[in-house]
């Protein structure tokens, strides 16, 4: 008799690769998505749905369908993959410092002064005057001169 | 408003021009204010260099803080209406 290709077995090992894949190309650049990767765990669930499923056919009826070998060696694969992505998405993403002495509400936050990207020196106390801090920021202060401001500073992990 | 990172002038410059945003790039590659203000992430970035951890201010003209957000997942960033409620909220709106 001829054996059949086992299509679950491939297609639960490439839904997983789409479920990883698919979350740093797609589904990060929406925060119902990004914020918790609900829609990956939906293909991980799929994939893992075929990949049993497909296991099953190849060993309980291996004169139908082939994929002892080869299935065993997808599953273990997209389990090791799949637990990486989540490892990495659920623990280490969370790993962040928790920065119990950086500024609390109401508490005036300490002056600095940083580059601007052309290298001139912008200090914290002259960017709270400019109400529209902008990439040319000084022409900008100069038609906010006495106007009250304040400033939105968003730290950020760089290495773009 | 002002971004701050590691990132030297060059970089965010590139950054801003790829992604089109207007608002300031400060460059704090001795990470100076990071530390100051207590937001280091220590060898998270590559090759284990310290980064700065996420997190967002809103400051009133004499610096004191309004609002802020310190995410405890580097992956789950605060939204700008958040940003405008808060500014909203301390406008007494």
């Known amino acids: 008799m001829k054996r059949s290709w086992n299509w679950r077995l491939w297609g ?18 929406f925060p119902a998505t ?11 669930a799929l994939a893992g749905f075929l990949l049993i499923t497909g296991l099953r056919r190849a ?14 060696i997808l599953a273990s694969l997209s389990t090791l993959l799949v637990g990486f992505f989540l490892y990495t998405i659920l623990y280490m993403a969370r790993q962040v410092p928790e920065s119990r002495g950086a500024p609390t509400v ?3 936050a300490p002056d600095f002064t940083l580059a601007d990207e052309n290298g001139r020196p912008v200090t914290l106390s002259t960017l709270l005057r400019s109400p529209f801090a902008t990439n040319d920021w000084p022409a900008a202060t100069g038609d906010a001169r006495g106007k009250t401001a304040g400033a939105v500073l968003i730290f950020y992990r760089g290495y773009w | 408003m002002a971004a701050i990172s590691v990132d030297p002038p060059d970089v965010s410059q590139r950054l801003r021009e790829q992604a089109h945003y207007s608002f300031l790039f400060l460059a704090d590659d001795k990470l100076a204010a990071i530390r100051q203000w207590d937001l280091v992430h220590a ?9 700065a951890r996420p997190a967002e201010f809103l ?18 960033r605060v939204r700008p209406e958040d940003v405008l409620h808060a500014a909203d909220a301390a406008n007494g709106r």
């Open chain 1, 59 to 72: 060993f309980q009826r291996p004169e139908a369908y082939r994929g002892k070998v080869s299935g065993t």
């Open chain 2, 59 to 76: 400051l009133d003209s004499n610096g004191k803080v309004l609002w802020r957000d310190l995410t405890d997942n580097f992956l789950v």
């Open chain 1, 12 to 29: 639960g090992f490439a839904l997983a690769l789409v479920g990883i894949a698919s979350y740093p190309f797609f589904f990060i650049r």
């Open chain 1, 34 to 44: 990004r914020d918790f990767p609900w829609a990956n765990l939906i293909l991980f």
């Open chain 1, 106 to 108: 109401g508490q005036v």
């Open chain 2, 43 to 51: 060898h998270a970035g590559p090759d284990g260099a310290d980064i």
